[in-house]
């Protein structure tokens, strides 16, 4: 019988393609297109993969949800349309080759207004954060304090309000930082 690597390792987490149907049998299940068969281990590394791809999906689509004009119709078309289900095709996005988690999230230039819920500090394997040129106003989220792997964030020519966040200063891999034109008060 055919194996196959599913990059499953104790603790770990999955890599690889997860299109094939399963069919349960006894305890074990079966990859109909390939005929192989997987233990539990794979069970539970498939529900983390999923679970991971889920609270992305959740989070943008949080955002899609605060979102008040979207004049080009770009995220109204785009995300979330039966035809284009996988997140890491959604215009913008950008997901890792290993994890297929969101890694940058650019909407520059859409002439985006809404506010930034909280559910966005979920993306946790975010590394580029780019809402430049858009109408987005109110406050930053204390949750955006979650995304530890963040390196550039431009949030320019915005109407966000209040002060400036003070955790933007615990990114500790944060390599650019971008507020030109902005409504903050200073702290």
């Keep these: 019988m055919e194996t196959k690597d599913f990059g499953v390792h104790t603790g770990g987490s999955v ?79 950008t997901c890792g080759a290993r994890h297929h988690r969101v890694m940058a999230l650019n909407l520059s230039f859409m002439g985006l207004a809404g506010v930034i819920p909280p559910h966005l500090g979920n993306l946790s394997f975010l590394i580029e954060l780019d809402l430049k040129n858009n109408s987005f106003h109110g406050p930053l989220p204390q949750e955006l304090s979650r995304l530890r792997r963040l390196k550039k964030i431009n949030f320019g020519n ?16 944060l390599e650019s930082f971008k507020l030109h034109s902005y409504n903050f008060l200073h702290i």
């Design 158 to 173: 915005n109407n966000f309000m209040g002060t400036i966040p003070s955790w933007f200063g615990s990114f500790a891999k």
């Design 15 to 93: 890599s690889g393609s997860f299109g094939d149907k399963m069919v349960l049998v006894g305890n074990k299940r079966r990859m109909q297109e390939n005929n192989v068969e997987v233990g539990p281990e794979v069970d539970n590394a498939l529900a983390i993969a999923h679970t991971n791809f889920s609270v992305d999906q959740s989070a943008l689509l949080a955002l899609k949800a605060h979102i008040t004009s979207d004049p080009q119709n770009i995220l109204t078309a785009n995300w979330s349309s039966p035809s284009n289900s996988d997140i890491c095709n959604w215009v913008g996005v």
